[in-house]
């Protein structure tokens, strides 16, 4: 493999402005203040509690940022060999003009210092925008969220629905649809007018996705309204059991499907958390992925809905090959992404190299950030990009013989045009 070859992808793939189709980001508070908001994330304090750090040294309430970062940083020489710890120095480099290699207790605050100075600047957000490349990104918007505030253009509203899903047993979430919307949910009716008007309101403010995370066990069947009226009523009487929450579950995710479909939203589906595995990890560090879930579970819904496009990500490496076989057979499933666990490049090249080499090259979205602060966005999917060029080199200039410029077309279309046709064919 020619280094000058690959390095030349990468630039390539470099120029490439992107659409990130998937974050956490608050869109009023979008990037960093300090340092604590990047090791803040949950990748670093659960590292740091895996090598050691008790849990409640990280989490201790009304701790400073600055006490934070101190107690984190003796930690990171247990973690200097992990990708993640290779995005904080590319961050520090890139973003925050710090020439380091490692971060350690001679230098963290300096770079601390560096951080502060540099993320108060009042165009900032703007900076790492332009130094990220990202034209746009997509946030994570509960139910009744009003959407209001910030530029819809620049953050692509998207619903999230797991607490529709699952939680709508639950008074609280009820009353907050009712909030949201001016409906009362108690039986199959209201539920579908309650969506109704929440599909409204978010297509009205620029959404260009729905999206739930789902546990390994969840199938979604279609319900009948009657099925669904008998568990409603249980439901809001307070009795109801495990099965009529299940029924519920279901029929509400149904109904999600149909006004996807009516609405012409894709519908992401993030597939195979299991929550709560480690209840003693920080926030965020106590979920893991089950290789007991099946896309089988979701062929019904694939079937029933060819109108929908479902971009698919799994939790467990080992579904990787399931998802790259029904993206080949089913035009409405689309591969999306290197999910959470997935996000390594040991995870990335396999999973990357088998969708390109089976997957109509239309139906796959590359990458997304998932991230909850703007800086990451650099590291992250610079760190895709590599994986990505040293595929299109192997497989596709040295393997198939096309030229680079062939290659780097595909990349073009897997990172950026891609998200376009999928989410912006309106």
């Given at each position: 493999?020619?280094?000058?070859a690959?390095d030349?992808?990468?630039?390539?793939?470099s120029?490439i402005?992107?659409?990130?189709p998937h974050?956490h980001?608050?869109p009023?508070d979008?990037?960093?203040h300090?340092?604590?908001?990047?090791?803040?994330?949950?990748?670093y304090?659960?590292?740091?509690?895996?090598?050691g750090?008790p849990?409640?040294?990280?989490?201790e309430?009304?701790?400073?940022p600055?006490?934070l970062?101190?107690?984190?940083?003796?930690?990171l020489?247990?973690?200097?060999n992990?990708?993640?710890?290779?995005?904080?120095v590319?961050?520090?480099?890139?973003?925050?003009?710090?020439d380091?290699?490692?971060?350690?207790?001679?230098n963290w605050?300096?770079?601390?210092?560096a951080?502060?100075?540099?993320?108060?600047?009042?165009d900032?957000?703007s900076?790492v925008?332009?130094?990220?490349?990202l034209?746009?990104?997509?946030?994570?918007?509960?139910?009744?969220?009003?959407?209001?505030?910030f530029d819809?253009?620049?953050?692509?509203?998207?619903?999230?629905?797991d607490?529709?899903?699952f939680?709508?047993?639950?008074?609280?979430?009820r009353?907050?649809?009712?909030?949201?919307?001016?409906?009362?949910?108690?039986d199959?009716k209201?539920?579908w007018e309650?969506?109704?008007?929440?599909?409204?309101?978010?297509k009205?403010?620029?959404a260009?996705?729905?999206?739930?995370s789902?546990?390994?066990?969840?199938?979604?069947?279609?319900?009948?309204?009657e099925?669904?009226?008998e568990?409603?009523?249980?439901?809001?009487?307070?009795?109801?059991?495990?099965?009529?929450?299940?029924?519920?579950?279901?029929f509400v995710?149904?109904?999600?499907?149909?006004?996807?479909?009516?609405h012409?939203?894709?519908?992401?589906?993030?597939i195979?958390?299991?929550?709560?595995?480690y209840?003693?990890?920080?926030h965020?560090?106590?979920d893991?992925?089950?290789?007991?879930c099946?896309?089988?579970?979701y062929?019904e819904?694939?079937?029933?809905?060819?109108?929908?496009?479902?971009?698919?990500s799994?939790l467990?490496?080992t579904?990787?090959?399931?998802?790259?076989?029904?993206?080949w057979?089913?035009?409405?499933?689309?591969t999306s992404?290197?999910?959470?666990?997935?996000?390594?490049?040991?995870h990335?090249?396999?999973?990357?190299r088998a969708?390109?080499?089976?997957?109509?090259?239309?139906?796959?979205i590359?990458?997304?950030?998932?991230?909850?602060?703007l800086?990451?966005?650099?590291?992250?999917?610079?760190?895709?990009?590599?994986?990505?060029?040293?595929?299109l080199l192997?497989?596709?200039?040295?393997?198939?013989?096309?030229?680079e410029?062939r290659?780097?077309?595909?990349g073009?279309?897997?990172?950026?045009?891609?998200?376009?046709?999928?989410?912006?064919?309106?």
């Amino acid at each position: 493999m020619s280094q000058q070859a690959l390095d030349r992808i990468v630039a390539a793939l470099s120029d490439i402005e992107l659409i990130d189709p998937h974050s956490h980001i608050n869109p009023h508070d979008p990037a960093s203040h300090n340092l604590a908001d990047i090791l803040g994330y949950h990748y670093y304090t659960e590292l740091a509690h895996s090598a050691g750090l008790p849990a409640d040294r990280i989490e201790e309430s009304d701790i400073s940022p600055k006490e934070l970062v101190s107690r984190l940083v003796p930690k990171l020489d247990s973690l200097d060999n992990t990708i993640q710890l290779s995005w904080l120095v590319e961050i520090a480099r890139e973003l925050l003009d710090v020439d380091i290699d490692r971060v350690t207790s001679d230098n963290w605050e300096q770079l601390y210092d560096a951080a502060e100075q540099k993320m108060s600047a009042p165009d900032w957000e703007s900076e790492v925008l332009k130094r990220s490349k990202l034209k746009q990104v997509f946030l994570t918007n509960d139910f009744d969220d009003p959407l209001e505030g910030f530029d819809t253009d620049r953050y692509i509203p998207c619903l999230r629905t797991d607490d529709l899903v699952f939680h709508l047993h639950q008074p609280s979430v009820r009353e907050r649809v009712a909030n949201a919307t001016g409906v009362e949910v108690t039986d199959a009716k209201s539920v579908w007018e309650a969506l109704g008007k929440l599909f409204s309101h978010f297509k009205s403010k620029n959404a260009k996705a729905c999206a739930i995370s789902l546990p390994p066990d969840f199938v979604p069947t279609h319900v009948t309204d009657e099925d669904a009226e008998e568990a409603f009523m249980r439901l809001t009487d307070g009795r109801p059991s495990i099965e009529d929450r299940q029924v519920v579950s279901r029929f509400v995710f149904w109904s999600l499907a149909e006004m996807c479909a009516e609405h012409r939203l894709p519908f992401d589906l993030m597939i195979g958390v299991n929550r709560s595995v480690y209840p003693a990890g920080v926030h965020q560090g106590r979920d893991l992925y089950d290789s007991r879930c099946s896309l089988s579970q979701y062929a019904e819904l694939f079937n029933f809905f060819p109108q929908v496009t479902f971009p698919v990500s799994v939790l467990a490496p080992t579904m990787n090959q399931e998802l790259v076989s029904y993206a080949w057979i089913f035009p409405n499933v689309v591969t999306s992404g290197h999910w959470w666990y997935s996000n390594i490049p040991a995870h990335i090249e396999p999973d990357c190299r088998a969708r390109l080499q089976a997957v109509p090259r239309t139906k796959q979205i590359g990458y997304y950030s998932d991230m909850y602060k703007l800086e990451f966005g650099l590291p992250k999917f610079a760190m895709y990009r590599r994986v990505l060029a040293k595929v299109l080199l192997e497989d596709f200039v040295i393997g198939h013989g096309w030229s680079e410029e062939r290659a780097v077309d595909l990349g073009q279309t897997v990172l950026r045009s891609n998200v376009e046709s999928i989410f912006f064919a309106d």
